[in-house]
């Protein structure tokens, strides 16, 4: 059974940094991608990055300048890395297995399988 458990959101000053985790069990993660996506209040999900096991990754423009995607196989995990954080960050940050075609990264009705999200809130 699939399982990604999120972790690492919580509360922080605009400008400020986070790391977000997910672990993943249940599956061949090293030859998984994985995808962050997030949900702002009152918003749909928008698609934040991934990681393909040959470490090839992909941003939305938006946000490449800012956020970085990694993965350790070692230990089932990938780790999002927000700097200059905004209050338009503010959101619920889920990991999810990504789609076998890159071309599918933002068609994130297509996703099986999701964590549960952790909650980022960026405010002064």
């Known amino acids: 059974e699939v399982h990604l458990v999120e972790s690492g959101g919580g509360s922080v000053q605009p400008g400020g940094s986070l790391r977000l985790s997910c672990v993943a069990s249940?599956?061949?993660?090293?030859?998984?991608?994985m995808t962050w996506a997030r949900q702002a209040p009152g918003k749909g999900l928008e698609w934040v990055s991934a990681?393909?096991?040959?470490?090839?990754?992909y941003y939305p423009p938006s946000l490449k300048d800012r956020f970085t995607i990694s993965r350790d196989n070692a230990k089932n995990t990938v780790y999002l890395q927000m700097n200059s954080l905004k209050p338009e960050d503010t959101a619920v940050y889920y990991c999810?297995?990504?789609?076998?075609?890159?071309?599918?990264?933002?068609?994130?009705?297509?996703?099986?399988?999701w964590g549960q999200g952790t909650q980022v809130t960026v405010s002064s």
């Open positions: 999810a297995i990504a789609p076998d075609n890159f071309r599918h990264l933002g068609m994130l009705d297509e996703y099986e399988y």
């Open positions: 249940g599956f061949t993660f090293a030859n998984s991608g």
């Open positions: 990681i393909y096991g040959d470490g090839t990754r």
